[in-house]
């Protein structure tokens, strides 16, 4: 096999930042998911419909419900990036992207891409509420623009780095009563 699959099927070292708030996503995704699911009961059971089939797809809509809102678990370490969904994880090396794309749309989206073909997509807000996790980041990338790989996202890197500083001070001043 070729340097690709080398470099993407060892298993990465030891995660040096991650996504605080990973737990509270999935705590409110479970939640939810069961509210939904209690409301269908409830509301079939008060009307006098409720039968062991409706039961049954209400019980498959809240499962959708949960697969859909199931947040991506975000690691970084010396290097590397992943993002672990329900089925999969992607990993990307930061130390050697090669573009970087904010993608607007209904949610904010930041596609990495590295130059051995990995690919990660997660939501920009997990870096602004994670500054280790953004630090981890932008020190790997910035070995990447130094080495000429990263191409495309020098931009979107600076805009990120922008909105992180400026959560930050934003919190310094709450914290500190100086709002």
């Not at 509301?43 to 199931?70: E, K, Q, S």
């Not at 997990?126 to 080495?147: G, I, K, Q, Y």
């Not at 790989?149 to 709450?174: D, N, P, S």
Request: net charge positive.
């Amino acid at each position: 096999m070729g340097r690709r699959d080398d470099a993407h099927a060892q298993a990465p070292a030891h995660a040096s930042a991650h996504d605080r708030l990973w737990r509270r996503d999935l705590r409110d995704t479970f939640r939810c998911a069961g509210a939904l699911l209690v409301l269908l009961l409830v509301v079939d059971h008060l009307t006098g419909h409720f039968t062991l089939w409706r039961g049954a797809l209400w019980l498959a809509l809240a499962v959708l419900l949960f697969v859909v809102l199931y947040p991506a678990r975000v690691r970084a370490g010396e290097g590397w990036l992943s993002s672990r969904g329900l089925l999969r994880e992607r990993r990307v090396r930061t130390d050697r992207l090669v573009s970087v794309r904010c993608l607007d749309g209904i949610s904010q989206r930041m596609v990495l891409r590295d130059e051995l073909g990995g690919r990660v997509e997660i939501d920009p807000a997990v870096l602004v509420t994670n500054p280790d996790l953004w630090h981890r980041v932008s020190e790997d990338s910035r070995r990447s623009l130094a080495s000429g790989t990263l191409t495309c996202g020098a931009t979107a890197l600076r805009r990120i780095a922008e909105r992180v500083e400026r959560e930050t001070a934003e919190t310094v001043f709450k914290v500190s009563g100086l709002e």
